[in-house]
């Protein structure tokens, strides 16, 4: 695929376009709608919601010593609990309504050719239950993933494109706790990584903080 057609380089160049980004929309609008429903009940995801912010908590916790912030991670964790709390309604009527579905799992905008043809590539293969997602919930990964690239605006508006057009009706606050869910996971990835010794310790560092 040509580097320089894809999305990570274009953001990082600034040589998107709107036009590419309505493209790249509808390609996973229709993927989604496409996507096979995960049976999943309301009780069932908001629990296992729950239980990956602890799995999230108790990794980073246990990665102190490779510069986790403590007495931030405990407010980000102890925000989080609470959106979830509040949340809960419309989570349960997420799963409920047939959202949960076999979604991509690592959509990255390294994984993105705009083309054309738009392609998405390096779909999460290893575990179907990380695929099990809230479309919603892949796009916010999406938006956080071109924040760092320096691209936040384009990031924001393939989210609100999408939610526009399939999901009018939902919370912004709801689109908000799944960045801050995606970005705690990456923050537990680049710390197992530290751990390991697999790559360049000041970058992992970096990127564990700004995660």
């Known amino acids: 695929l040509p580097a320089e057609r894809m999305l990570d380089t274009m953001l990082r160049r600034g040589t998107w376009r709107t036009a590419d980004l309505a493209a790249l929309e509808q390609r996973l609008r229709n993927f989604f709608a496409a996507a096979p429903t995960i049976r999943i009940s309301g009780t069932t995801y908001c629990n296992r919601l729950r239980a990956a912010l602890a799995y999230n908590h108790q990794e980073l916790l246990a990665a102190r010593s490779h510069g986790v912030d403590v007495q931030r991670l405990a407010q980000v964790v102890a925000l989080q609990g609470g959106l979830l709390d509040r949340l809960q309604p419309a989570l349960r009527r997420r799963a409920e309504e047939g959202w949960v579905r076999d979604c991509h799992g690592d959509l990255?905008?390294?994984?993105?050719?705009?083309?054309?043809?738009?392609?998405?590539?390096?779909?999460?293969?290893?575990?179907?239950?990380?695929?099990?997602?809230?479309?919603?919930?892949?796009?916010?990964?999406?938006?956080?993933?071109?924040?760092?690239?320096?691209?936040?605006?384009?990031?924001?508006?393939?989210?609100?494109?999408?939610?526009?057009?399939?999901?009018?009706?939902?919370?912004?606050?709801?689109?908000?706790?799944?960045?801050?869910?995606?970005?705690?996971?990456?923050?537990?990835?680049?710390?197992?990584?530290?751990?390991?010794?697999?790559?360049?310790?000041?970058?992992?560092?970096?990127?564990?903080?700004?995660?």
């Open 108 to 211: 990255r905008p390294e994984h993105i050719c705009i083309g054309p043809p738009v392609r998405v590539i390096d779909r999460l293969e290893f575990d179907a239950d990380l695929r099990a997602l809230d479309p919603v919930e892949d796009l916010a990964f999406l938006k956080l993933e071109c924040e760092r690239e320096g691209a936040g605006d384009a990031g924001a508006w393939l989210l609100e494109r999408y939610l526009a057009a399939a999901n009018p009706a939902l919370s912004p606050t709801l689109t908000n706790f799944y960045v801050s869910n995606r970005a705690l996971t990456r923050a537990r990835l680049a710390a197992w990584r530290l751990a390991e010794g697999d790559g360049d310790s000041g970058l992992l560092r970096a990127k564990l903080r700004d995660y």
